[in-house]
């Protein structure tokens, strides 16, 4: 039986994600649900993206990925089905597989689903049809194109060629109140060139880049404690922590007013 990850908008609170989970153990009850979060803020893709990109794309071969996000199905907004080499997903047309997969190939189905489902009826039997390996009599049409949504990138200030300036902007805030930019470590090193830089916020100016967060609690020569730090996270990108904090106390969103879509300059000398 392969894995079936489950990621929605739906909450914690409301009894929409333990519907739908028995939903799914009514069409197939030996199913392997992991549950891979229920706090997608809804609507916001950008969020969405960063989360799944960073944990489905991880999983063994075979896995299944259901994802309901913006789970109502309309005419804008079809339920579809995406095959790639190594999974299958079922979600909407909601701006979210273009991003996730963004690089590698798939092929995505229309599933005829009807209008205002919001409890993935169709999806649900997608993945019946793909466990019992005849999924493709569902499909009535192979779709061309996705949506696709065009996310801000950095930007960029330059001093003759080179780049004096980067202003990256918040995409996300986790559960410990570290803020996540959309800056890549491949592009900041491509940008830095070996010039030393400093990382401006509204309350904190930074030098240097940590290799983990325990660094603002070190004795050696650079550990900062009481500031803030910056590094790389596990997936890549710049983060702006600070040590031993969590989401509604000390954390970067609170102490350094790092919210959604807050902007930081990066300058290089």
Request: glycine share 6%.
């Amino acid at each position: 039986m392969p894995i079936i990850t489950l990621s929605t908008d739906f909450g914690t609170k409301d009894p929409d994600t333990a519907f739908l989970k028995t939903r799914i153990l009514q069409e197939i009850p030996d199913a392997q649900i992991i549950d891979i979060t229920h706090q997608l803020t809804p609507f916001d893709v950008e969020e969405a993206v960063y989360i799944l990109k960073n944990s489905l794309n991880y999983f063994p071969k075979g896995s299944i990925h259901l994802i309901a996000f913006d789970s109502e199905v309309t005419h804008q907004n079809k339920a579809i089905a995406v095959q790639t080499d190594d999974y299958f997903f079922l979600t909407n047309d909601n701006g979210l597989i273009p991003e996730i997969l963004s690089g590698k190939t798939y092929k995505a189905f229309d599933l005829s689903a009807p209008i205002y489902d919001r409890f993935m009826t169709y999806h649900i039997e997608a993945i019946k049809k793909f466990i019992e390996d005849a999924f493709p009599t569902l499909f009535s049409e192979e779709l061309s194109e996705l949506k696709k949504y065009s996310f801000a990138k950095p930007v960029l200030k330059f001093e003759g060629k080179l780049v004096k300036h980067i202003f990256p902007r918040v995409i996300y805030v986790d559960n410990f109140g570290n803020a996540v930019f959309n800056l890549k470590q491949d592009e900041f090193e491509k940008h830095r060139q070996n010039r030393k830089f400093s990382i401006l916020t509204d309350f904190d100016k930074i030098y240097k880049l940590s290799k983990g967060y325990s660094d603002l609690l070190s004795n050696e020569p650079g550990g900062i404690y009481g500031k803030a730090g910056a590094g790389f996270n596990r997936f890549g990108y710049l983060e702006i922590f600070m040590n031993s904090s969590n989401y509604d106390r000390g954390g970067a969103n609170n102490l350094l007013g790092l919210s959604k879509n807050s902007q930081i300059k990066i300058s290089f000398d």
